[in-house]
């Protein structure tokens, strides 16, 4: 049965393990990496979406990529910049797929990279309604085949 609402979809992450969720939140960021494009955030998407990782890559992907997401928010400035505001919230969806081990670590690495492509769109004059939940339920529906 596909996934048609967040309730469903939340579900479906609590019922995944650890790995599964990084490996799933990893191909949720995947999909708005190029509102980064940040080599600290691809480096933790490549580490997030392997099965196997040892705690001493986690640590050092986690690191760098928490230091991508301080830098990206000072980048953001004073008058918002949408799209400098949308690379921030990628590095904040990496930081949740490579960060410590956690019930939600995959929805939250889902809703940052929703208010990534909410400020895409927003920069782009496009308004603040986008798909991109429909395509999270569509990827997480792949994964779980």
Same mark, same amino acid.
Do not use: I, M, Y
């Given at each position: 049965m596909a996934i048609a609402n967040d309730k469903d979809f939340k579900a479906k992450l609590a019922d995944l393990s650890v790995s599964q969720q990084r490996q799933v939140a990893a191909r949720f960021v995947q999909r708005v990496f190029g509102l980064s494009n940040d080599v600290r955030v691809k480096a933790a998407l490549e580490v997030a979406a392997r099965p196997e990782i040892s705690d001493?890559?986690? @640590? #050092? %992907?986690?690191? =760098? @990529?928490? @230091? =991508?997401? #301080?830098?990206? !928010?000072?980048?953001?400035?004073?008058e918002t910049?949408?799209?400098?505001?949308?690379?921030? !919230? %990628?590095?904040?969806?990496? #930081?949740?797929? #490579?960060?410590?081990a956690s019930a939600t670590l995959a929805w939250d690495a889902a809703m940052q990279a929703r208010m990534a492509k909410t400020c895409e769109t927003v920069a782009t004059g496009e308004g603040t309604e986008n798909r991109e939940a429909e395509e999270q339920y569509r990827i997480l529906d792949d994964f779980l085949k």
């Open positions: 001493a890559e986690l @640590t #050092v %992907v986690s690191a =760098a @990529t928490n @230091t =991508a997401r #301080v830098e990206s !928010f000072t980048q953001c400035g004073k910049d949408w799209g400098a505001q949308a690379g921030h !919230f %990628v590095a904040k969806a990496a #930081v949740a797929c #490579v960060g410590p």
